[in-house]
Protein backbone atom coordinates (compact mmCIF):
# COMPACT_ATOMS: atom_id res chain seq x y z
CA UNK A 1 0.00 0.00 0.00
CA UNK A 2 1.28 3.29 -0.60
CA UNK A 3 1.73 5.98 1.99
CA UNK A 4 -0.90 9.02 2.40
CA UNK A 5 0.72 12.32 0.59
CA UNK A 6 0.21 14.06 3.69
CA UNK A 7 1.98 11.47 5.84
CA UNK A 8 0.61 9.27 8.53
CA UNK A 9 -1.65 12.38 9.87
CA UNK A 10 -4.08 12.03 6.97
CA UNK A 11 -4.48 8.48 7.79
CA UNK A 12 -6.63 6.95 10.08
CA UNK A 13 -8.54 9.19 12.88
CA UNK A 14 -7.43 12.23 11.32
CA UNK A 15 -8.87 11.05 7.98
CA UNK A 16 -12.19 10.36 9.53
CA UNK A 17 -12.37 13.82 10.80
CA UNK A 18 -11.28 14.94 6.95
CA UNK A 19 -14.31 13.17 5.96
CA UNK A 20 -16.91 14.29 8.30
CA UNK A 21 -16.17 17.92 6.95
CA UNK A 22 -16.38 17.19 3.56
CA UNK A 23 -19.54 15.55 4.35
CA UNK A 24 -20.62 18.93 6.01
CA UNK A 25 -19.30 21.28 3.27
CA UNK A 26 -21.30 18.16 0.86
CA UNK A 27 -24.29 18.85 2.88
CA UNK A 28 -24.26 22.84 3.14
CA UNK A 29 -23.81 23.22 -0.86
CA UNK A 30 -26.36 20.84 -1.31
CA UNK A 31 -28.58 23.13 1.29
CA UNK A 32 -27.67 25.97 -0.73
CA UNK A 33 -28.45 24.25 -4.27
CA UNK A 34 -31.94 24.06 -2.97
CA UNK A 35 -32.77 26.88 -0.77
CA UNK A 36 -31.51 28.96 -4.56
CA UNK A 37 -34.17 26.63 -6.51
CA UNK A 38 -36.87 27.43 -3.80
CA UNK A 39 -36.15 31.34 -4.32
CA UNK A 40 -36.15 30.95 -8.00
CA UNK A 41 -39.74 29.04 -7.57
CA UNK A 42 -41.11 32.06 -5.37
CA UNK A 43 -39.94 34.85 -8.17
CA UNK A 44 -41.69 32.69 -10.46
CA UNK A 45 -44.91 32.62 -8.73
CA UNK A 46 -44.09 36.44 -7.64
CA UNK A 47 -43.95 37.21 -11.25
CA UNK A 48 -46.97 35.22 -12.66
CA UNK A 49 -49.40 36.93 -9.84
CA UNK A 50 -48.00 40.11 -11.25
CA UNK A 51 -48.46 39.46 -14.70
CA UNK A 52 -51.95 38.13 -14.42
CA UNK A 53 -52.76 41.60 -12.14
CA UNK A 54 -51.67 43.23 -15.22
CA UNK A 55 -53.56 41.20 -17.95
CA UNK A 56 -57.05 41.64 -15.51
CA UNK A 57 -56.39 44.99 -15.11
CA UNK A 58 -57.24 44.26 -11.36
CA UNK A 59 -58.29 47.86 -10.09
CA UNK A 60 -60.38 49.06 -7.04
CA UNK A 61 -60.59 52.71 -8.35
CA UNK A 62 -63.15 53.68 -11.02
CA UNK A 63 -62.63 52.57 -14.13
CA UNK A 64 -65.06 54.58 -15.78
CA UNK A 65 -63.27 57.72 -15.08
CA UNK A 66 -59.63 56.18 -16.12
CA UNK A 67 -60.94 54.75 -19.52
CA UNK A 68 -62.25 57.25 -22.12
CA UNK A 69 -65.32 55.76 -23.66
CA UNK A 70 -65.15 55.78 -27.83
CA UNK A 71 -66.71 58.86 -29.51
CA UNK A 72 -67.71 59.53 -32.84
CA UNK A 73 -67.29 62.98 -34.09
CA UNK A 74 -70.32 63.83 -33.29
CA UNK A 75 -69.90 62.36 -29.28
CA UNK A 76 -71.64 59.68 -30.01
CA UNK A 77 -70.74 56.18 -28.49
CA UNK A 78 -68.92 53.63 -30.81
CA UNK A 79 -67.63 50.04 -29.83
CA UNK A 80 -63.76 50.15 -29.12
CA UNK A 81 -62.68 47.96 -32.21
CA UNK A 82 -64.05 50.97 -34.33
CA UNK A 83 -60.63 52.92 -34.80
CA UNK A 84 -60.68 55.18 -38.04
CA UNK A 85 -63.68 56.51 -40.69
CA UNK A 86 -63.75 53.11 -42.61
CA UNK A 87 -64.18 51.23 -39.40
CA UNK A 88 -67.04 53.46 -38.54
CA UNK A 89 -68.74 53.38 -41.78
CA UNK A 90 -68.73 49.35 -41.29
CA UNK A 91 -70.44 49.78 -37.45
CA UNK A 92 -72.80 51.76 -39.08
CA UNK A 93 -73.97 49.65 -42.05
CA UNK A 94 -72.26 46.54 -41.37
CA UNK A 95 -69.68 44.76 -44.28
CA UNK A 96 -69.34 46.33 -47.76
CA UNK A 97 -69.86 43.87 -50.42
CA UNK A 98 -66.79 44.21 -52.08
CA UNK A 99 -63.59 45.65 -50.25
CA UNK A 100 -60.34 46.89 -52.24
CA UNK A 101 -57.47 47.75 -49.83
CA UNK A 102 -53.73 48.18 -51.83
CA UNK A 103 -52.27 49.09 -48.33
CA UNK A 104 -50.36 45.50 -48.56
CA UNK A 105 -49.76 45.61 -52.15
CA UNK A 106 -45.98 44.73 -53.58
CA UNK A 107 -45.01 47.22 -54.55
CA UNK A 108 -46.93 49.63 -51.98
CA UNK A 109 -48.33 52.37 -54.01
CA UNK A 110 -47.13 56.13 -53.04
CA UNK A 111 -50.79 56.86 -52.04
CA UNK A 112 -52.68 53.41 -50.49
CA UNK A 113 -56.31 52.93 -50.81
CA UNK A 114 -59.37 51.37 -49.81
CA UNK A 115 -62.33 51.28 -50.99
CA UNK A 116 -65.28 49.96 -49.82
CA UNK A 117 -68.26 49.56 -52.41
CA UNK A 118 -72.08 48.61 -51.45
CA UNK A 119 -73.91 47.55 -54.42
CA UNK A 120 -76.98 48.41 -53.31
CA UNK A 121 -76.74 51.93 -52.84
CA UNK A 122 -74.72 52.74 -55.90
CA UNK A 123 -71.51 54.15 -54.03
CA UNK A 124 -68.08 53.40 -53.45
CA UNK A 125 -66.41 54.76 -50.50
CA UNK A 126 -62.64 55.93 -50.91
CA UNK A 127 -60.15 56.22 -47.99
CA UNK A 128 -56.89 57.32 -47.53
CA UNK A 129 -54.37 57.08 -44.76
CA UNK A 130 -54.25 60.28 -42.34
CA UNK A 131 -51.21 58.12 -41.06
CA UNK A 132 -47.63 59.82 -42.34
CA UNK A 133 -46.41 58.86 -45.74
CA UNK A 134 -43.17 56.65 -44.39
CA UNK A 135 -45.39 55.12 -41.91
CA UNK A 136 -46.22 51.33 -43.16
CA UNK A 137 -49.57 49.58 -42.49
CA UNK A 138 -52.30 49.15 -40.71
CA UNK A 139 -53.60 52.52 -41.45
CA UNK A 140 -55.72 54.69 -39.79
CA UNK A 141 -58.43 54.92 -42.32
CA UNK A 142 -60.10 59.00 -43.37
CA UNK A 143 -62.68 59.36 -46.02
CA UNK A 144 -61.74 61.10 -49.36
CA UNK A 145 -64.71 60.88 -51.31
CA UNK A 146 -68.01 59.04 -52.47
CA UNK A 147 -68.09 57.61 -55.89
CA UNK A 148 -71.49 56.61 -57.83
CA UNK A 149 -71.45 53.98 -59.57
CA UNK A 150 -74.24 54.29 -61.91
CA UNK A 151 -72.41 57.39 -63.36
CA UNK A 152 -69.27 56.68 -62.60
CA UNK A 153 -68.21 59.93 -60.67
CA UNK A 154 -67.15 61.48 -57.54
CA UNK A 155 -70.45 62.99 -55.77
CA UNK A 156 -69.58 66.41 -55.36
CA UNK A 157 -69.49 67.66 -51.47
CA UNK A 158 -72.80 70.10 -51.92
CA UNK A 159 -74.71 66.51 -52.92
CA UNK A 160 -73.22 64.65 -50.00
CA UNK A 161 -75.77 64.82 -47.46
CA UNK A 162 -78.40 64.42 -49.73
CA UNK A 163 -77.30 61.56 -51.52
CA UNK A 164 -76.48 59.60 -48.40
CA UNK A 165 -79.66 60.38 -46.76
CA UNK A 166 -81.22 58.75 -50.27
CA UNK A 167 -78.90 55.61 -50.52
CA UNK A 168 -76.76 54.84 -47.50
CA UNK A 169 -78.67 56.66 -44.81
CA UNK A 170 -76.67 54.77 -41.79
CA UNK A 171 -73.87 56.19 -42.84
CA UNK A 172 -75.32 59.07 -40.75
CA UNK A 173 -76.55 57.57 -38.04
CA UNK A 174 -75.61 54.97 -35.01
CA UNK A 175 -76.90 51.84 -35.26
Known sequence: ????????????????????????????????VVMCCVMCKALLIASVIMVCIGILGCDSGNTSQSTPSQTDSL??????????????????????DRVLDTSEDDPRPLIPSRILTYRKAHLKIAY???????????????LMGLIDTRANHAIEASELRSTLEKRLPCMLKNP
Open 1 to 32: MAPHPLGSAATGAGARIDNIGLHKERRSRSHF
Open 128 to 142: VPSDPADQPPPYHWK
Open 75 to 96: GRQVPAWVHDDADLLVYRCGQP
